[in-house]
């Protein structure tokens, strides 16, 4: 499977068939709240919204390890940049989401294209090359597809 395809394409596709109250198989995060989480941490990767790192130091190589692998994240993999209580949706729409969610990935790719070789920091697996990134990013975008039964 082609892994920017799926964020460009694929991803989106699917999350329009979904209902901005729908409720995954396990978390907080309604349809809606989830795909402006996507939006959000699409946007780490694009230069702008840089990340401090908050994984200790000594544990990024092991963290980016499982990042750079096919394990997928298991359901309830908890995020410690996230809320318990999720917080509100800022779209009005499900649509506006979605769009917010195809502006982000268009810039992440941007980003790469024009600062070719660049690495931005994860907060939990440290410094990301564009490879690295479309395979983590993907990797997030399965585990909440499947999440909402998309996959």
Known sequence: MDKLAFLKTEFPKLVRTLSPEAK???????????????????SFATGKNNQALYSPAEHVEKYKSFAMSDKEFKPNTPNALMPAVPTPVIKSTMEE???????????????????????????????????????????????????????
Request: avoid cysteine; hydrophobic fraction near 45%.
């Open 97 to 151: 989401a979605v769009v917010e969610l195809e502006k982000q990935i268009a810039n992440f790719i941007n980003f790469f294209e024009t600062n070719n070789g660049a690495t931005i920091t994860n907060p939990f697996f440290g410094n990301l090359n564009f490879e690295e990134w479309v395979h983590l990013l993907h990797k997030h975008a399965v585990h909440h597809s499947k999440q909402f039964k998309l996959l």
């Open 24 to 42: 995954g198989e396990w978390g907080v995060l309604n349809g809606q709240q989830m795909v402006e989480h996507m939006a959000d941490s699409i």
